[in-house]
């Protein structure tokens, strides 16, 4: 019978759902469009579309035009695809003075500012090696300038990219500790790790911090953290002279967008509730070299998504379903999840009628017959019902083995806190997270698309367009679970 229609019983979270719905027309999905796809939008004429640049502007604006072609009608602000937003980027000067005794660091060379804020400290130095917690709040610290000594005591060795990371990592070990007890000043001495990764870690420390509006405010409100070299180990571990700094920054703004659209549902009640494909259309840019590559092209960070959401929207425009499908091509989620965070507090369809986000980032490689689902376990899950939905779409398609590690709380990475998701399962949306999970050359010039694996790509988005199937046809509507504390 054409359009034969199938009878699908979901049982999830203790509601059975019940309603007749057409099979998802996964063969819409072709290889031959994710690749197309991908090649384009990965390619170095687009320089990386780094977030505040004409190279974000630019395939922001191939990403509408394919979105057209793909059938989507214009879901952004003025009948148009694109919501802009303003970013403000928050950036170290070279006015910024450090200073022990007459001892005087030159900037970047003998120190590292590595938290962007404007203020005046003089203290007096206290040094505590490579303290533990017990050790830092017993110790006296209030007004004055704590002397750290960095180590991998307490970070997992685990870590993608460790050694560009770690400093990162060891800032974040002792900011909160010293901080609360009214510290003045956070000074890391570098260890052999440290000093390892100086020169990776300086080009990121010199672009400054990135916000959308409110954030500026917070700018100033912070204590200083300094990276000084090993070198000056022994100086500060004896000297009695005061520390006399000054951090200085300064604020500019960029444009930044989202490129959003829609496939109208079918049922007459229910086109007017959203399921929200997301991903984002942002990379790194042009930064420091690996070999002779500067450009950052992010083909899995994250092309890998876009290009999928559109294989879904094409599915959708052949075979719409009852819900409408909702498509947000978030910018600036390399700055902070800027652009998830504006769409989230802005969006351009009633958010109550936003009935779940399924969002994916890095979803085309590592092992072909495994991923993850993040949000699917506590305390990140948010919806049992939209988690078992996304599991029964896995069991029918593409049966991958589920990765139970990368959603623990205590995950080195704290995965689930890092991509577009979030802002939306902070305003109580039900939301999960697909990923093929990081790798090595996560966040380098060699994230290329000849290194993208196209079965598992495929595989993924059939697995993301499966979910969204269900949920566009069911006459039911996921629901929240009570008292979800989304914490780090």
């Given amino acids: 019978m054409k359009n034969k229609m199938i009878l699908v019983l979901l049982a999830c979270g203790g509601v059975v759902f019940s309603q007749a719905i057409k099979k998802p027309l996964v063969s819409a999905i072709t290889d031959k469009d994710l690749k197309t796809d991908m090649y384009q939008m990965a390619g170095d004429h687009f320089n990386g579309r780094e977030a505040g640049t004409l190279d974000e502007l630019k395939v922001s604006m191939w990403l509408a035009d394919k979105a057209k072609e793909a059938g989507m009608a214009p879901a952004g602000d003025d009948g148009t695809y694109f919501q802009f937003f303003d970013m403000y980027r928050h950036q170290v000067t070279s006015n910024t003075k450090f200073k022990i005794g007459q001892k005087e660091f030159k900037l970047w060379k003998d120190v590292l500012v590595a938290e962007t804020t404007n203020i005046k400290v003089d203290a007096s130095l206290i040094y505590l090696g490579a303290a533990t917690k017990e050790e830092i709040e017993k110790a006296d610290i209030k007004g004055k300038a704590v002397v750290i000594l960095a180590s991998k005591q307490g970070i997992a060795d685990d870590i993608s990219l460790f050694d560009r990371r770690y400093p990162g990592l060891v800032r974040s070990k002792y900011y909160d500790l010293v901080a609360k007890k009214g510290a003045g000043a956070l000074i890391i001495v570098a260890d052999a790790l440290a000093e390892e990764s100086w020169s990776q870690v300086e080009p990121q420390m ?196 589920l990765d139970k590690l990368w959603d623990r709380p205590e995950h080195p990475e704290y995965f689930y806190f890092r991509s577009d998701h979030l802002p939306y399962a902070k305003r109580g949306i039900p939301s999960v997270f697909y990923t093929s999970v990081l790798h090595s050359q996560y966040h380098t010039p060699m994230d290329e698309s000849e290194n993208i694996d196209f079965v598992k790509l495929h595989k993924m988005t059939e697995w993301m367009y499966r979910t969204g199937w269900i949920l566009s046809n069911d006459a039911g509507r996921p629901k929240t679970l009570p008292n979800v504390q989304l914490e780090r």
């Fill in 206 to 401: 010199t672009r400054g911090v990135y916000g959308i509006e409110g954030f500026r405010d917070k700018i100033g409100a912070t204590i200083p953290v300094f990276w000084v070299h090993n070198d000056q180990l022994e100086y500060l571990k004896n000297t009695k002279d005061l520390l006399s700094a000054e951090v200085i920054s300064e604020t500019y703004k960029y444009p930044s967008v989202n490129i959003v659209g829609t496939i109208a549902g079918t049922d007459a009640k229910l086109k007017n509730e959203y399921v929200l494909f997301s991903g984002h259309q942002d990379h790194d840019g042009v930064r420091q070299k690996y070999g002779k590559d500067s450009i950052y092209n992010g083909a899995d960070d994250n092309a890998s998504t876009c290009v999928a959401m559109l294989a879904i929207a094409r599915a959708y425009k052949k075979q719409p379903g009852k819900r409408t499908a909702l498509f947000v091509f978030h910018g600036s989620e390399e700055r902070g999840l800027l652009g998830s965070r504006w769409y989230a507090s802005h969006s351009t369809v009633p958010e109550k009628d936003i009935i779940a986000v399924l969002n994916g980032d890095m979803i085309g490689r590592n092992n072909v017959n495994q991923a993850a689902l993040l949000g699917s376990s506590s305390p990140h899950e948010n919806s049992s019902d939209l988690v078992a939905i996304a599991k029964r779409a896995n069991d029918e398609g593409p049966k991958f083995d």
